[in-house]
Each structure stands twice: as C-alpha cells, then as structure tokens.
C-alpha cells in the first residue's frame, strides 16, 4: 500500500503544472480538430468541384446518346426506304422523269394570264363569227339592200302584215291597227312614187272576188 504525503497533495505548483500539462494537451487536441476540420472541408469542396464537373459531363454524355438515337432511328429509315426502292425497282414498273425540277421557290402562278388570254379570244371569236355571218347573210331586209343586187329600179316597200285576215277592205278601214296604218302610208307613198316615175295617176280597184288591191 503506497502512502501518499500530504505535502504533494496539497502542493499548489503541482496543481499548476497539471493544470497547464492538461490546458497545452487541449490546445494541441484543439489544433488538430481545426487542421481535421480544414482537410475534410477541402476534401468536401474537391467533392463539390467534381460533382459540379461530372453534372455536365452527364448532360453531354445524354445529349450525345439522345443525338445517336435520334441518327440511328434516321439511319434505319433511310436504309429501309433505299431497300424498299429496290424491291420497287426490280419488281415494280420503271419510272422516268416527266419533267426536271429545279430547286428554290414556286414560281408565281398565271391563272390570272391565262383567263384574261382566254377572255379575249372567246369575244375575238364572237367577234369574228358576227362578222363573217354579216357579210355571208344575203337576205334582204331593207331599201338599200335591195338597191345593192342591181335587179331593177326599187320605187318603195310595204310592210309585212302578219294576220290572218288579210282582207284589203278590213286593213283599209281599220285605224286602229299600226301595222295597217304604216301599211296604208306606204302604199300611199307607193301610189305616189308610181305617178312620179310613170307619169300617170295610179288608182287602186278592189276587187271583191279575189280580195286584191
């Protein structure tokens, strides 16, 4: 059994110095805490720095595997299309180029051209169809006409009358009639247009039988 002297435990250098040892063993406890604590924050900022690094690089590495499926896909159409007209070709009827295309924008359409160009030419033919009826219709419609076929003197014209009764007694006493009003002033014309180039006075008999003038 070991006696411990009073005089060591009560000794205030002694409390001192263990005090100091124990406040030096802390600071160095300290020290290497704050030295832990700046690696692993340099360790976490390395972490950091390369998970903001490979964030990137993944979104690069998607979009070049987005690119390569998207080409891919783009591939096997073309390739299927290519093989399609192949099969086409040597099964199928032979296509030859109607008309050469050229590349860039259409050209502005002529509809407007056309329809005018067409308009015109309808109404030239009228036209023309009028006028070659006209100089190939011999009918004879009036005075001057008549005067043109060289086939004698004209001294006048009478109307047409279109009616039933034609008797000469009712178209002369009828006034109410304007075709058998302008018929009696042409044959009054008529008379006198006879006594001027025969130089006789024209009567007109009615005979009853035949019903003439």
Do not use: H
């Not at 014209?157 to 058998?180: G, H, T």
Request: aromatic content about 8%; some cysteine; hydrophobic content about 40%.
């Amino acid at each position: 059994m070991e006696v411990v002297s009073d005089n060591y435990v009560n000794d205030p250098n002694v409390s001192k110095q263990s005090l100091i040892q124990q406040r030096n063993a802390m600071e160095v406890a300290v020290s290497l805490a704050q030295n832990s604590l700046k690696s692993i924050d340099g360790e976490l900022n390395q972490l950091k720095a390369k998970y903001s690094t490979m964030v990137p690089f993944d979104a690069g590495v998607q979009n070049f595997e987005r690119d390569a499926d998207l080409a891919t896909k783009e591939y096997m159409d073309a390739l299927g299309r290519y093989n399609q007209s192949n099969t086409e070709k040597s099964i199928g009827l032979k296509l030859q180029i109607a008309q050469i295309g050229l590349p860039g924008p259409a050209e502005p359409s002529k509809k407007i051209i056309y329809m005018g160009l067409s308009g015109v030419s309808s109404i030239a033919l009228c036209f023309l169809i009028v006028l070659g009826a006209f100089f190939t219709d011999k009918t004879v419609n009036n005075l001057e006409q008549l005067n043109s076929l060289k086939i004698g003197t004209v001294i006048g014209n009478l109307n047409f009358i279109n009616a039933d009764d034609k008797d000469a007694r009712v178209i002369w006493e009828n006034n109410d009639n304007p075709d058998y009003i302008i018929f009696k002033d042409l044959m009054r014309s008529l008379r006198f247009e006879i006594t001027d180039k025969l130089g006789v006075i024209a009567t007109y008999q009615y005979d009853a039988n035949s019903n003439k003038i």
